[in-house]
C-alpha cells in the first residue's frame, strides 16, 4: 500500500493530526474493495452504487463504475480534511440557546 501511505504521509505534513493508523485504515479501505467482487456485498455504500447505476440515466450520466479505490491505474488517492457538524451537536446548541439564565 505505498500509494496509501504516502498520502496519509502528505496528510500529516500538511496538518498536525497524528490520530489516523495507516494499518487500520489499509485494513478498511481492503474490505471494501474486497465487496466489489462480491454480488452479495455487506458494504452499503457498494451497494447503493450498484442500485444507483441500475437505472439506465443514471448508469450513462451520473455515476461512475465502480472500482477498487487501492487500483493505481484509476488515479492516485488525495486526503481531505473534513469537519462535521452534526444533528446532535445542533440540538445540543439550541437547548443551551433556548435555556432561561
Known amino acids: ?7 496519509n ?3 500529516k505534513e500538511v496538518g498536525s493530526n497524528d490520530r489516523i493508523e495507516v494499518n487500520a485504515l489499509c485494513t478498511l479501505i481492503e474490505g471494501r474493495d474486497s465487496q466489489l467482487d462480491n454480488p452479495f456485498s455487506k458494504e452499503a455504500q457498494v451497494n447503493y452504487i450498484r442500485i444507483a447505476r441500475g437505472f439506465f440515466g443514471d448508469k450513462v450520466m451520473h455515476t461512475a463504475p465502480p472500482h477498487r479505490l487501492l487500483n493505481a491505474s484509476k488515479g492516485p488517492l488525495i486526503a481531505v480534511p473534513l469537519k462535521m457538524l452534526t444533528r446532535k451537536t445542533l440540538g445540543g446548541i439550541g437547548f443551551w440557546a433556548s435555556r432561561p439564565k
Not at 500500500?1 to 498520502?7: G, S, Y
Open 1 to 7: 500500500m505505498l500509494t496509501l501511505n504516502l498520502t
Open 9 to 11: 504521509k502528505k496528510a
